[in-house]
């Protein structure tokens, strides 16, 4: 007997994690997104790359709900963020709803934002308890084991200004995973970094990719896209220019605007 895919208990699982669909959005008069498609698959790594002021930080931004989409739609695990058609909103959140999501994605900036004021270990346990009210023990307690996860059970101690910005920005992600979300958004998290910090970062990356974390990484390091990337999607001006593996967008760009930015950052 066979049964329509969506009527199997699992259909949720083979649906994408992330589905955006004509996407836009515009400050003032610039317009930022154009339209923007992009499906994200569960347990995969989507690297997005682009020249700057191409809209990746934006996109991003939007899948968080830092922003708010001026057309189509965006749907994360089945929920959908915004949906608007010719300006008109067809479908928004509650603020209970977006919050709550909101908990469920992660993010990493460029710049680590750890509290200066706090330990690494401090910095981690701090939104489980502070924000989703998790007891105290156990949160300090997956706290250490996610610090020694990203290499640094020895300095959870240690205050953000005794630590390198690579290490620093390993407990921006550990801080991200204590969360427990179903989707890591990364936005160029080493550019900021000294280059010899940079292969520490990107290994607890891979690391995280490899346990089947769902990811979303903007980055230049064409390496790692080559490496640990299952999609890449290179943007322009608000547009998806090309995407594919990356044996098809990095190794055989199809388009001349890829093939000059490839190069300009090989
Ligand atoms: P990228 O991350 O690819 O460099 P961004 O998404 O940061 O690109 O920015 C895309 C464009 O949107 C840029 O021209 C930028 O100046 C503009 N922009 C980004 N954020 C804002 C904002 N809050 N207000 C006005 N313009 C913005
Ligand atoms: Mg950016």
């Known amino acids: 007997m066979t049964h329509h895919l969506s009527e199997r208990p699992d259909a949720a699982h083979l649906s994408p994690l992330v589905d955006i669909r004509r996407v836009r ?31 990746k930080s934006t996109l991003l931004r939007c ?9 189509g739609r965006i749907i994360v695990d089945g929920d959908l963020i915004g949906y608007r058609q010719s300006g008109q909103v067809i479908h928004e959140m509650t603020p209970k709803q977006i919050a ?7 993010m990493v900036f460029q710049r680590f934002n750890l509290f200066p004021h706090m330990t690494a270990l401090e910095n ?7 924000v989703a009210r998790r ?14 996860r990203v290499g640094l059970s020895d300095f959870a101690k240690h205050y953000p200004a005794q630590l390198s910005g690579g290490q620093q920005q390993r407990v921006a992600i550990a801080r991200a995973l204590a ?21 520490d970062v990107l290994d607890v990356m891979k690391e995280l990719a490899r346990d089947g974390m769902t990811m979303i990484v903007v980055t230049h390091e064409i390496g790692f896209a080559r490496g640990v990337a ?20 990095i190794g055989n760009p199809q388009r001349q605007r890829t093939r000059s930015f490839i190069d300009s950052v090989t």
């Open 135 to 148: 007891p105290k023990s156990a949160s300090r307690k997956r706290a250490l084991e996610l610090l020694e």
């Open 25 to 55: 959005k515009s400050y003032g008069s610039h317009q930022v997104l154009r339209d923007i498609s992009l499906q994200v698959p569960r347990a995969t790594v989507t690297v997005l790359l682009g020249p700057s002021g191409s809209g």
């Open 179 to 199: 969360m427990e979300p179903k989707l890591m958004l990364f936005d160029e998290p080493t550019s900021a970094l000294d280059p010899e910090l940079v292969g």
């Open 63 to 71: 899948v968080n709900h830092l922003e708010s989409i001026d057309g």
């Open 230 to 249: 299952d999609q890449v999607v290179f943007m322009d001006g608000g547009v998806v220019v090309e995407s594919g593996s990356p044996e098809e967008v």
């Open 124 to 130: 981690v346990v701090e939104a489980p308890v502070g």
């Open 100 to 106: 709550k999501q909101r908990q469920s994605i992660g």
